[in-house]
C-alpha cells in the first residue's frame, strides 16, 4: 500500500526527517508516536505533498510517487485529516460531508451521506448546523467523517484525540476501527495518545528527532520499557 524509503524532508535549512523508511501493507493499520517536534506532521504532509520539501522514496500502490501534487495524490485514493481540522464553518454538516464527492475517485464512489451519518451517530442531529457552531469534538468527528466519506484507500489522520473528552475519544476508536475494517481503508495515524493508538492500530513506529528509533507490533513495544521512556514521557 505505502512505502516510504530513505524520506528526508525539509523547511527551509531545518532538516526535519532523517532517513525515515516505513511500511504500510494494504489494509494495515499503523500508529506513529512521538513527542511534539518529532516530526510526525511533517511525516504526513511529506506524504501527501502539502508542505515540506521531500528528498527520498514514496511508493504508494506500487507508484512512485515523485513530484505528484497534492491534489493528485488524493485523487489517487489518500486523504488527510489535520490536526487543525479544515472543515468548512460556513456550509452545514451534511454540505460539508457531501464535498468529499470532489476527492473520490470512479473505482471507490464517495459513500453517501446519510450512510455516514449512520456511522456517525453525534453528526447526526447537527446535521443542519453549520461548522462554525460545532464543538472541538464535533469539528473532529466531522473532520474524520468527511475524509471517510471519500472512500479512501490510504487515510492519514493528524492527532485526532487532542483536546477532546475522553468519552469521544472512546467513541472515535470505535468508528475508525470498525470503518477502515469494513471499507477496506489502511490507515497512519499520528498520535500522542497510546491507547488511542493501541486500539485502532496493529502496528507502529516511534520518531524522535526526526528518526526512527523503534518499529514493531503492540507486544514487542510493551516489551521495550526504555522505548516509552527515553523517547515518549514527558521530562
Known sequence: MLRIKDLNAFYGQSHI?????LHIPPGGRVSVLGRNGAGKTTLL????????RAAGEVAYLDRMLG????????RLGIALVPEDRRIFTHITVEENIELAGFGASRERPALPVARILERFPMLQPLRE???????????QMLAVARAIAARP???????????????????LAAIVSSICAEEGISLLLVE??????????DRLYVLD?????????????????????????VA
Open 17 to 21: 526527517l532523517h532517513d525515515v523508511s
Open 209 to 233: 528527532t526526526g528518526r526512527v528509533v523503534f518499529e514493531g507490533d503492540w507486544a514487542v513495544f510493551d516489551a521495550n520499557e526504555d522505548i516509552r521512556n527515553k523517547h515518549l514521557a
Open 192 to 201: 500522542q495518545n497510546i491507547w488511542f493508538a493501541r486500539k485502532c492500530t
Open 153 to 171: 484507500r490510504l487515510l492519514l489522520l493528524d492527532e485526532p484525540t487532542e483536546g477532546l473528552a475522553p468519552v469521544i475519544v472512546e467513541e
Open 67 to 74: 513530484a505528484t501534487p497534492w491534489f493528485k495524490r488524493a
Open 45 to 52: 504532509k511529506s506524504i501527501t505533498n502539502s508542505g515540506p
Open 129 to 139: 448546523r453549520f461548522g462554525g457552531q460545532l464543538s472541538g469534538g464535533q469539528q
